[in-house]
């Protein structure tokens, strides 16, 4: 099966086993390409699009971290178009969503001269800050949907399935089943979540009470009142 | 059941259909039942039984006639005379029909009278039935109307004739006689032969040739592959595969037989769009009846090859209509696309080799096979063969459903089958693709319809839905209309459409309520690109065609708006 590949990465011939990513071949080699969704412990699914790479002959603009490396390929990672696009890209990204806790993504922004104006009309989804729980909150407002925190709660990772998608289009949303609160589900709080999300629209309660003012005394309080309440 | 079996059904059909001196048909599609078909159908029943009519009358439920503005549409056939298609068939219309038309004698009439010693039984009833003729005359189509005489039904043949529900009906005319050929007589190799042969390509859009699609699923490795029927029809305005599925079920269902005989499949799934209930449920009845005549099933004909079928039926989502998002549909996930390759073929429903048609496509197998593939592959242009079915909706005179080989311009469907349009407008546009094609200006009307050609217009064929647009129509708008479905119908999975979709509705929001600048136009038109080439499914990569076909053929209208808009901002 240990067949190799020879390609072109950006006019330089590179060889790879046979069924390495483009992502892969380019990180081989040297080559940086830039990555939003892709986590090397979760399946690749080209959804944030900014690995998009210009493949000689393909009518469309191919995702890095799913395509696979074939023979002869001719691959551009920073062809004009495929820079434009990524440009584009991220500035989509922060017309929708607030990324202002998300440093990789804001690296991003800056290296590719992003405009952050480029959509004034956009509306930036502002749904609530769900707290349902004593681990951890969710913040969608932030969320790129990376898809991250459903694959690791799936079989990427846990095994646990207790997060999902709801609504569809620029509604998408990561959620429960019957967007039941997180305690009622199949969740045991593993924290791998919060751990992968890039954005920190998932984030651990203790943080997000500190950024919202509470003192640690504070914190520590209402902890003890839970457990006293618990105990009763 | 054997192959001769066929045989027996037919010629005790035959038999039975001979002791009826007439058959009324009333159409029973989801179009006419809308416009009061089943009250006309009781009608027509129930007057035939008042006349005590009912040994020598038939009434019966029928496939889709064609012209469905002017539903619900009602055809009598006599032995030995033409065919007469009655339209806008109310109850009272109905019932005139039977009273006016079948009724042979109801005494002497006056013009019988005059004619004095030479009154004959029959001359008084020819004349009495030429003058009922004319009180119906308004309700009568001629054979001759262009609506009918333009089109050439191969797939839609039976439609028409047969009872959509009836299966000895189908088999009456033919219907399992290729399948029944294909078992016996030909190997799984010549089966996708005759199709590549026959230059069929995929119906449900892209034009895919089946032939090679058959060929790549039957190579592919394993031994449990699966055929699957997409009948997730989304395009507003579009109603073909909606029609294939309530009124021709057994041949969809035969298709898929041949199909899965072909790839060496044993199984097979159609895929129908929740909305259309009735398709649900003739396809149902079709399945149990095709069950229980050992036509569906195990060991079929008495040969080897055993198929079963399951009716899957969609939640509302277009995006189910991509072939990836429908088998994640089909397994019970939520319906999203992935990348492709691996293309179905290779790995499909639960990672099995799946061959994935539209209904129409299957539907077009049976014919294909009993005809014989070069006389198929005669009708249509050199890259496009045989015949496709439209749906014509909009400003047109003649809305309805249509089957005419390929090739036929772009004008002859408009003006002559459609009629051109009403009220003295003027033609501006025609939308082929629904939300995923394009907009064809008048200067292009005389394109030939195949895929290529529309392709090269910046337009789809899609799965046949065509919106005639009059010179009423803001383009920009139109174009608006498209870009919202779009982003409402993504499934938000990628940025380019989740985000890129919605934010071009905004810019167009913006552009036709005349507030947009030159900028907005420009970054619309980048935006278009991006979202086109970067994203993940065939959804947002064919979003933003309507808005780059309106661009490209009416800028001017969008310039009046954005000056308008510009005009707006000037300080007073």
Partial sequence: MSTDVTLTLDGRAVTVPAGTTLLQAA??????????????HCTANGLCRMCVVEVEGARLLQPACIVAAGEGMKVQTRSPRVERSRRTLVELLNSAVDLSEAPEVQAQLTEYGADRERFPEAERRAPPVIDDNPMFVRDYAKCILCWRCVQVCADDAQYTFALSFDGRGYETQIGTFFDKPMPETTCVFCGQCVGVCPTNALKPKREWLLQQGQTPDEIMALTRSERRRRRR | MQPSDLQTITHKEQTQRQKHRARLLCCGSTACLSSGAAETRDTLARTVKLHQLGHEVQVMTTGCLGLCSRGPLVKLQEPGQPEVTYAGVTADVARRIVEEQLIPDLGPSPEAADAGPHDLPHLRASVHKARAARSLHGHVLPAEHPFFARQLKVVLALNGQIDPERLEDYIAHGGYGALARALTTMTPDGVVEAITLSGLRGRGGAGFPTGVKWKSVRGAPGNRKYVIANGDEGDPGAYMDRTMME?????VLEGMALAAYAVGAQSGYVYVRGEYPLAVKRLEKSIRAAYRQGLLGRQIFGTDFSFDVDIRIGAGAFVCGEETALMASVEGRRGMPRMRPPYPAQSGLWGRPTLINNVETFANIAPILNRGPEWYAGIGTEKSKGTKIFALAGKLTNTGLIEVPMGLTLREIVFDIGGGIPNGRRFK?????????????????DVPVDYDSLRALGAIM?????????EDSSMPDVARFFMEFCADESCGKCVPCRVGTTQMHRLLQKIVAGQGGPAD??????????????????????A??????????????????VASGAAAKEPA
């Fill in chain 1, 27 to 40: 990180r081989q080699a040297g080559l940086e390409v830039p990555t939003i969704c892709y986590h090397a």
């Fill in chain 2, 247 to 251: 009124d021709l079920p057994h041949q």
């Fill in chain 2, 429 to 445: 546009a025609v939308q082929t693709g629904g939300p995923s094609g394009g907009c064809i200006p008048a200067e292009h009307l």
């Fill in chain 2, 462 to 470: 899609g799965s046949g839905g065509m919106i005639i647009m009059d």
């Fill in chain 2, 521 to 542: 136009l420009a970054k619309l038109e980048r935006l278009g690109d991006l979202v086109r080439r970067s994203s993940l499914c065939a959804l947002g990569q064919s």
């Fill in chain 2, 544 to 561: 933003p065609n309507p808005v780059l076909s309106t661009l490209k053929y009416f800028r001017h209208e969008y310039d009046a708006l």
